[in-house]
Every structure is written in C-alpha cells, then in structure tokens.
C-alpha cells in the first residue's frame, strides 16, 4: 500500500509541474507540486474507481486531468489578486 501512495505522490506532482506549464499558469514549483499532488488525489483516486486496471502510464493521465481540473477551479474562483 505505502509504495503506491508514494508513486501516486510523485506522478501527481510531475502532472503538476505539466498541468502548469499546459495552462501557462505562473506558480512557484511547490505550489505546482502540491496542485499535482491534490490533483492525483481527485484524478488518480477518484477515477481509478471506474478504471480498475492500468499502470503508471494511466495513473499520470488521470493525475494531469485532475491537476487541470483543479487549476481550472482555481484560476476561476481562487485567483482573485489580478
């Protein structure tokens, strides 16, 4: 249990890095880290409930989808200094 918790934390966090650069959102690479590792959880948890098989490869797409998802939420309604 404890190796796929932490391969889901650094999948998550490189779909974060990626999520960020997709959408051109400017955040230091902690913030980006943390928004992927949140978006593995939303992405990789949530939708691994449907797709019961798959490896890294599909685990990092729903990572990334959740990541972007995410990052959509929070330009339309976190983001509110600009």
Not at 41 to 55: A, D, H, K, N, P
């Amino acid at each position: 249990m404890m190796p796929g918790v932490l391969l889901l934390v650094l999948i998550g966090a490189a779909a974060g890095y990626v999520a960020t650069r997709l959408m051109r959102v400017d955040v230091d690479l902690p913030t980006a880290m943390g928004i992927g590792v949140l978006g593995a959880i939303i992405g990789g948890l949530g939708l691994r409930m449907v797709l019961t098989t798959g490896g890294w490869a599909v685990t990092f797409v729903l990572a990334l989808l959740g990541s972007l998802a995410l990052l959509w939420l929070w330009q339309k309604f976190g983001d509110r200094r600009r």
